[in-house]
């Protein structure tokens, strides 16, 4: 009987770990002893047991490299994306459980920069010497936006953390995405024809161009010249929210405002609505509160002033009172002046014809200067009497006792109320006539209606 190809096919079959095996044993016997490689950094990473992970490239070609986290201390250089090293590899290894192969380092020196850290170097001092990243032109963020634009990847964890971040902080703002590939050939024009096109929208208040962490290439687009001078040219405030915290772009430097990632970018684009009512609230409170006490000074103002204001003839008269007595003592000082200052200059010139050895020279300036002085101090008198006799002529006229040199007279009952209406009396009710020249008592015998001044009662007297 014959035997099945595929059986016979099946029995000569290489099991996985018989291969693994022999690729090991395989680096093994090429690689006995330690040597040498040259490449460039990319995709450094850090784990939190302190080894580093990163790749060695050059051109179409890289391997993975690991440093233990005891051998990172002896390293001569601290590696970095970009950089182009030599490194000293202590083992090649195949590990079996994910298949990938991957080399031990315990030294590395460098050897000077790498293509990519030489290019960004470049961009960046070309970039500068324009001042697209001189902090004068950036500007500020909105303070309520009304939509966000977000430039970023259709899918992935970076729309997710930006919409669940502004659902969580202020839910009935908009969100405007405008997909474009971050990473890959075509993603610079892709992301700047982007931003490009959200600046079409008038709705659109500020924009948030992000993406997630990755090694230096992942995130090159973010370094290209179209992606930098489309951000410069923004007319909508930037965010910039490339990578991680540790990753940088020249997309950072020109964007108004750079965020460590994308959730910290919703953030800074929109506040907390629960905030921001609260911080109303308590503005509202203070109002009502500042309002208030307003209205209580006006009110305990305008009680102090009914005082004053509840009976102004007698106001009238205290004023006059005061003003005539400061005008008596205001003369008083005016006609006491002139001696005092004939004195004064008297002694003065007494003093200068003793010190000065020529009197009849200055004698005559003295008595000169002392004329002067006593004709001053003479027509300041007169101005100040002048303008006395004025204000009290202006008091006189302002005063309500000046009614009754007229022929007038103030009438009041027997409680000290100013009669005002004739129908507000009673007949046989006593009054207080006050006149221009004394008082007299009288008491109402009739009352009229309406009275012409110029008529006479029945009995000859007017009323």
């Not at 971040?165 to 890959?184: D, H, N, S, Y």
């Not at 995130?219 to 923004?234: D, G, K, P, T, Y």
């Not at 006792?401 to 009673?426: N, P, Q, T």
Request: with cysteine.
């Amino acid at each position: 009987m014959g035997t099945d190809p595929s059986t016979r096919d099946r029995r000569r079959a290489v099991s996985i770990r018989r291969f693994v095996t022999r690729i090991q044993v395989g680096l093994e016997e090429s690689f006995p002893g330690k040597f040498w490689i040259e490449g460039e950094v990319s995709g450094l990473s850090t784990s939190p047991q302190g080894h580093l992970y990163f790749s060695l490239k050059e051109e179409k070609a890289q391997v993975s490299v690991v440093v233990w986290a005891s051998r990172v201390s002896g390293l001569a250089v601290k590696p970095a994306d970009g950089m182009a090293v030599v490194a000293r590899v202590a083992k090649v290894d195949f590990y079996g459980p994910s298949g990938r192969l991957s080399l031990h380092l315990d030294g590395l020196e460098a050897c000077g920069e790498g293509q990519i850290a030489r290019q960004l170097e470049a961009n960046r001092k070309k970039f500068q010497a324009e001042g697209l990243f001189a902090e004068a032109r950036k500007r500020a963020l909105p303070f309520l936006p009304r939509t966000i634009g977000v430039v970023t990847a259709r899918q992935g964890a970076v729309i997710h953390d930006i919409r669940r971040t502004i659902e969580l902080r202020f839910p009935e703002r908009r969100i405007l995405l405008r997909p474009a590939r971050v990473q890959g050939p075509g993603a610079a024009r892709d992301i700047a024809e982007a931003i490009d096109d959200l600046n079409q929208q008038p709705e659109v208040d500020v924009l948030i161009i992000g993406r997630g962490g990755g090694s230096v290439e992942d995130l090159w687009a973010f370094n290209e010249e179209a992606v930098v001078r489309a951000i410069a040219r923004s007319e909508i405030p930037v965010i910039s929210a490339v990578g991680h915290e540790s990753d940088w772009s020249l997309a950072d430097a020109v964007a108004d405002v750079r965020a460590a990632t994308p959730t910290a970018a919703a953030q800074m684009a929109v506040p907390i609505r629960v905030e921001l009512e609260n911080e109303v609230a308590q503005l509202a409170r203070r109002l009502d509160t500042a309002v208030a006490a307003g209205l209580e000074k006006r009110r305990r103002f305008l009680e102090r002033a009914a005082v004053v204001l509840r009976d102004p003839e007698r106001l009238v008269v205290e004023r006059r009172s005061q003003l005539g007595g400061v005008a008596g003592r205001l003369r008083g000082a005016l006609l006491a002046l002139t001696p005092a200052r004939r004195r004064d200059l008297e002694l003065f010139g007494r003093m200068l014809r003793e010190r000065l050895p020529r009197p009849e020279v200055h004698g005559h300036r003295l008595d000169d200067l002392s004329r002067r002085m006593l004709q001053s101090i003479s027509k300041q008198t007169d101005r100040e009497g002048t303008r006395l006799a004025s204000l009290g002529a202006q008091l006189d006229a302002l005063s309500p006792l000046a009614v009754l040199d007229r022929g007038f007279a103030l009438a009041r009952r027997s409680d000290g109320s100013i009669v005002r209406e004739a129908a507000s009396l009673k007949p046989s009710e006593s009054l207080h006539l006050r006149l221009a020249q004394g008082a007299v008592s009288a008491r109402v015998e009739k009352i009229f209606d309406t009275v012409d001044v110029d008529e006479e009662n029945d009995d000859g007297k007017e009323i």
